[in-house]
């Protein structure tokens, strides 16, 4: 039980983080250009590289929150596909892991 306690934990920290990263990002990307035409270009290239990353942190949240769900419905740590308990050391490098390592590589994920 402590290691969903603790699992829940760093879910939630990760959240709390990529939640902040979203509001920078937004900011950065709100921020006003620069009328010059080449450093315009820079920030251009910066801007869409800061929503691929807004992309992923959101793409990110929501993996967070499906977790999250499986916490509260008891059914964390065990495998969408075949129903097998997600191995610890797994769910301690992915917390948001949904699928054992051998499901996981059979999807290719």
């Known amino acids: 039980m402590t290691d969903i306690v ?8 990760r959240l709390a983080e990529l939640d902040e990263r979203l ?3 937004e900011a950065e990307l709100d921020a006003p250009h620069t009328n010059d035409i080449e450093d315009r270009a820079v920030e251009v ?16 949240i929501g993996r967070i929150l499906a977790a999250l769900k499986r916490i509260r419905a008891g059914e964390y740590g065990d495998c969408a596909s075949c129903g097998e308990a997600i191995a610890s050391a797994r769910l301690d490098l992915v917390p948001e892991a949904t699928m054992c390592v051998a499901c996981a590589a059979k999807a290719g994920i």
Request: hydrophobic share 35%; net charge negative; no cysteine.
């Open 23 to 25: 509001h920078s990002i």
């Open 45 to 60: 290239e910066d801007d869409d590289v800061l929503e691929g990353l807004g992309h992923q942190g959101e793409a990110e």
């Open 6 to 13: 603790q699992r829940k934990k760093a879910l939630l920290a």
